[in-house]
Structure formats: C-alpha cells, structure tokens
C-alpha cells in the first residue's frame, strides 16, 4: 500500500498489542472496567486449532495501528455463514485515512475466503454516534435486533441447569 500500512492476521507475539488495542476501545467506550482481556486471554482464545476469534491488525513499520476481532457466524434467517466483528478500533491519529474501513473489506474478505460467508454483522454501542455515522456510509443498517445478553452469576445458573 502506498502509505506503508499492511493488514495482516495477528499472531500469538501480537497479544500484548491486541490487549492493548481493546483496553483502548474499552476506555474510548467508557467501560474500561469491564475489558478483561489480557494478553495471556488473547494468546489462549485467539490462536490454535480451537481459536474463538480471528483478528487482522493494520500495521505500518512493525506498529499496529488497528484491529479487527471477529468471528464466524451463522444465520438461520439467511441460512448462511457470516462474519461478526467484535471489536473494531483504530489508532485516532489514523481515523481520518479510511483504515477502520480497510480493516471490515480484509474481514469480509477473510470471512468469504475461509468460511463462506454472505453477510458481516456487528454491534455498535448506543452511546457511539461517530460509529454509527461511519457503519452507516459503509452501508449498514439497523435491522431491529436489540442483543441482550447473560452474564456472571445469571449465566452460572443458567449453565447448570439441564433440560
């Protein structure tokens, strides 16, 4: 790329820079106490044969300067795979030269690559209206699902108890 940025997949030695990134998210989020990731998480769930996320990172001369953590993802409604970004995050002195775009193309790509997939799904926070502005010319659009979720001692309970 002319501008000296590559994307490429993160690696095992990326997971002190892939924590960092989404601690940042977290904190530009307002929820820097509920981002548990550490490097020692990301190297257990983000590499080998059972990885639970893929991730790309832009990087120019050796410094990452962005991330996209995704995962596949299915859809019975479209009865098609699918790609759901997780955490989406650029350095700020780099949001102006289109890289959080980049990264989602190299996701989907990867996504329809490898899993075949048709769609790209993500979730934006409500309080995130900058993001919302950027999905939407991007060509996202709200589909009226509202994601909840369980968590913490509700999902203990949940877990153990059998059908």
Not at 128 to 156: I, W
Request: hydrophobic share 45%; aromatic share 10%; charged share 20%.
């Amino acid at each position: 790329m002319t501008d000296g940025l590559h994307i490429r997949p993160g690696a095992p030695g990326d997971a002190e820079a892939i924590a960092g990134m989404l601690a940042a998210l977290a904190d530009e989020l307002g929820e820097s106490g509920r981002c548990f990731s550490t490097p020692q998480t990301v190297r257990r769930d983000g590499f080998g044969p059972d990885a639970a996320f893929t991730c790309l990172l832009a990087v120019r001369e050796a410094e990452p300067l962005g991330l996209a953590l995704f995962l596949r993802y299915y859809s019975t409604h479209r009865a098609a795979a699918g790609v759901y970004v997780q955490d989406l995050w650029v350095a700020p002195a780099e949001r102006s030269r289109r890289l959080g775009e980049r990264l989602l193309h190299a996701a989907a790509s990867f996504g329809a690559a490898q899993w075949g997939a048709a769609f790209l799904q993500l979730t934006v926070h409500d309080s995130n209206s900058a993001a919302m502005r950027f999905y939407e010319r991007l060509g996202f659009a709200l589909h009226g699902d509202r994601p909840m979720s369980v968590t913490g001692e509700a999902f203990k309970a949940m877990a153990g108890r059998h059908a």
